[in-house]
């Protein structure tokens, strides 16, 4: 794009400023890795000129690479009026006089708003930060940002008996098992292959700990009469799950 097509575009940010007591036209450029001023400019109002160390190689955005070895340094500018300062590179542009970019934009807080084609300017002052309730909230319009803070606190641990559905049904959820479920009218059974021998399977390896648990929950489970001792050739292995709270369930394979 050339300079007279971005000082015409409707599609960029551009506006006016100050320099030097001198009106000119500036673009606002987020794509700009660094800020530029035309010679054109620099000559007619007679801004102060830096030479560079070495040669500047500018890529545009035509394909083009523009060598440059000037630089104005520390030039104040004026845009509705606040000040601020920074350093442009010289550059042979046409009918645009300034580029701000990447380099100025975020040192000085200042955003571009693409949709409305607009500048928001930062406050570089440290605020302070004020808690609002929902009804203050509803009624600030013009914040960027809300922070929403909350907790929840439970005294006592919630029963079983406090819940609707279960009220309705507390002889489905007990507290504790205290007894054998009721005969079904179908009867879980293992049908056996006749003449089949047990299958040699390896047990589940288990930890101290667990073996521990494990034999601890058995005695639980023969002192309720919920099972009893056998000497059946038959089993199948034994492994414990981790359950909500770090406590263990055992669970059966009935797979082998």
């Given at each position: 794009?050339?300079?007279?097509?971005?000082?015409?575009?409707d599609e960029l940010?551009?506006?006016?400023?100050?320099?030097?007591?001198?009106?000119?036209?500036?673009?606002?450029?987020?794509?700009?890795?660094?800020?530029f001023?035309?010679?054109?400019?620099?000559?007619?109002?007679?801004?102060?000129?830096?030479?560079?160390?070495c040669?500047?190689?500018?890529?545009?955005?035509?394909?083009?690479?523009?060598?440059?070895?000037?630089?104005?340094?520390?030039?104040?500018?004026?845009?509705?009026?606040?000040?601020?300062?920074?350093?442009?590179?010289?550059?042979?542009?046409?009918?645009?006089?300034?580029?701000?970019?990447?380099?100025?934009l975020?040192?000085?807080?200042?955003?571009?708003?693409?949709?409305?084609?607009a500048?928001i300017?930062?406050?570089?002052?440290?605020?302070?930060?004020?808690?609002l309730?929902?009804?203050?909230?509803?009624?600030?319009?013009?914040?960027?940002?809300?922070?929403v803070?909350?907790?929840?606190k439970?005294n006592?641990?919630?029963?079983?008996?406090?819940?609707?559905?279960?009220?309705?049904?507390l002889?489905v959820?007990?507290?504790?098992?205290?007894?054998?479920?009721?005969?079904?009218?179908?009867?879980?059974?293992?049908n056996?292959?006749?003449?089949?021998s047990?299958v040699?399977?390896?047990?589940?390896q288990?930890?101290?700990?667990?073996?521990?648990e494990?034999k601890?929950?058995?005695e639980?489970?023969?002192?309720r009469q919920?099972?009893?001792?056998?000497?059946?050739?038959?089993?199948?292995?034994?492994?414990?799950?981790?359950?909500?709270?770090?406590?263990?369930?055992?669970c059966?394979?009935?797979?082998?």
């Amino acid at each position: 794009m050339s300079g007279f097509e971005a000082s015409t575009s409707d599609e960029l940010i551009r506006d006016k400023c100050i320099i030097n007591d001198r009106l000119c036209n500036v673009l606002f450029d987020s794509g700009a890795t660094h800020s530029f001023v035309s010679m054109d400019f620099v000559n007619c109002i007679g801004l102060p000129i830096s030479s560079l160390p070495c040669d500047v190689i500018v890529s545009t955005p035509t394909a083009k690479l523009v060598v440059t070895s000037s630089m104005c340094l520390g030039f104040s500018i004026m845009i509705h009026g606040r000040n601020f300062c920074g350093d442009l590179i010289c550059l042979p542009l046409s009918q645009l006089d300034i580029v701000l970019g990447m380099d100025w934009l975020p040192s000085n807080l200042v955003l571009l708003d693409c949709k409305e084609k607009a500048l928001i300017f930062g406050d570089d002052t440290p605020g302070k930060f004020r808690l609002l309730n929902m009804g203050e909230a509803k009624n600030v319009d013009e914040a960027k940002a809300f922070m929403v803070l909350f907790s929840a606190k439970i005294n006592k641990a919630m029963k079983a008996a406090h819940i609707p559905v279960v009220q309705d049904f507390l002889e489905v959820f007990p507290m504790d098992v205290t007894e054998l479920s009721l005969e079904r009218e179908i009867e879980f059974t293992i049908n056996l292959i006749l003449k089949a021998s047990p299958v040699s399977i390896t047990p589940y390896q288990m930890s101290p700990i667990e073996l521990a648990e494990m034999k601890k929950q058995v005695e639980d489970l023969l002192k309720r009469q919920f099972v009893r001792p056998s000497v059946s050739p038959w089993g199948a292995p034994v492994l414990l799950v981790k359950k909500e709270g770090w406590s263990m369930g055992m669970c059966i394979d009935y797979r082998s």
